[in-house]
């Protein structure tokens, strides 16, 4: 067995525990100044919006020298020497292919003096230079759209959840956890200084529904073991929801990994092999988005879940149940001298353990496997069967 798989087999018997719920204020603040990170990037930069959105006149001209990088420049003089009001956007697509962006342009004048500008300078016929004029309604009504096919989505998703989960906070941790990776994602993308294509737009509802998934395999996690939990006196709400953390979380890097490879793939390859293009668009968004949701679905969404479970009267009266039970068999311990009484046993065997696991020792991360109490098992001692042998056989 891998050295991964033994540790998720660990983490998933309760044999190894990491506390993520105990130190939630930690990741809280991790959150918070991620966030504050990515909305000061929004303030200062902004949403650098392509053309689609902005509107505007776009050229595609062919490069035969097949060194396309090396003409943005110049290409960026000859259009600007025509007297456009605002420089031109030049980028590479590939080695051998340029895009040219220029404000909106009026089709019988304006265009043909650019093409002609494109052309001399590239050296191709003006008939090579392809060009499409795009107006800003048209990227207006897309943003529209998407902000009501997002509002419409985070509704459904909430009551999609709390008719699954049947448990209302549930459907916030997830919606909040939700909302934090978006705010990542559009916040890093400003910072980077990416333009915000139709391609964003449809990789930042694709991250909606990854975010979610991810969240929900916790959940389901945690109302297993969580089912029964309020009569009980052994764990908490919060130490049942930290034991489904573990479980999960060997699956969630997994998944993560799994996911992100290909995406981060795809991002170098748009980046620094197609240049500017929908799969650089596509794959940044996701990329962000990914990394964002295994992220909040451990140190957000299950921290969040637990500080409003433990808001309810059963939780409360539950966690004094639990703090007396511990108080009470470190009192007996200290009276006798470590030893457990025989009584405690079978009070012991009636808890249940979260989810109906048989209950385990669980040792922290960074503490040596059965360095505490316990007891080194004692050798039998051979019997004399001499003794018992009948006399006069060998």
């Not at 990170?37 to 303030?43: A, D, K, N, T």
């Not at 009569?231 to 929801?241: E, L, N, Q």
Request: charged letters at 20%.
């Amino acid at each position: 067995m891998s050295r991964l798989g033994e540790l998720g087999h660990k983490l998933y018997t309760g044999e190894v525990s990491i506390d993520f719920i105990k130190r939630r204020k930690t990741w809280y603040l991790v959150s918070v100044a991620i966030i504050v990170i990515s909305v000061g990037g929004l303030w200062l930069r902004g949403v650098d919006f392509s053309i689609e959105f902005r509107g505007g006149a776009d050229f595609q001209a062919p490069v035969s020298t097949n060194n396309a990088n090396e003409r943005i420049a110049e290409v960026r003089e000859a259009v600007a020497e025509t007297g456009l009001a605002e420089e031109p956007i030049v980028t590479a697509v590939g080695n051998n292919r340029l895009d040219i962006q220029t404000p909106p342009l009026d089709a019988t004048e304006g265009v043909p003096k650019i093409r002609q500008a494109i052309a001399d300078e590239l050296g191709v016929a003006e008939e090579d230079v392809n060009y499409s004029l795009i107006g800003p309604s048209w990227g207006g009504q897309i943003t529209a759209k998407a902000l009501q096919a997002l509002g419409v989505f985070l509704v459904l998703v909430m009551g999609v959840i709390w008719l699954y989960f049947r448990e209302w906070r549930m459907s916030v941790a997830a919606i909040v956890a939700l909302i934090h990776d978006l705010v990542i994602t559009v916040g890093i993308y400003a910072l980077i200084g990416f333009e915000v294509t139709p391609a964003t737009v449809i990789g930042v509802l694709t991250i909606l529904g990854y975010s979610l998934y991810d969240t929900v395999v916790v959940f389901d996690k945690v109302r297993e073991n969580t089912r029964g939990l309020a009569s009980s006196s052994r764990v908490t709400y919060s130490d049942a929801a930290n034991l489904a953390v573990n479980q999960t979380l060997v699956r969630s890097i997994n998944t993560s990994i799994i996911a992100l490879l290909p995406v981060a793939g795809i991002l170098f390859i748009g980046t620094f092999v197609l240049g500017a293009g929908t799969l650089k668009d596509l794959s940044l968004a996701l990329f962000i988005g990914l990394a964002a949701g295994t992220y909040s679905s451990i140190f957000t969404a299950t921290p969040l879940l637990c500080d409003l479970k433990e808001r309810e009267p059963a939780m409360k009266a539950l966690r004094r149940r639990v703090e007396q039970r511990q108080q009470s068999d470190a009192a007996k311990a200290g009276l006798t001298g470590g030893k457990k009484p025989s009584g405690d046993a079978a009070d012991e065997a009636a808890d249940e353990a979260p989810g109906g696991a048989e209950p385990r020792p669980a040792v922290k991360v960074g503490q040596a496997p059965g360095s505490g109490s316990r007891t080194q098992p004692q050798r039998k001692t051979r019997s004399t069967r001499s003794s018992r042998r009948p006399k006069g056989r060998r």
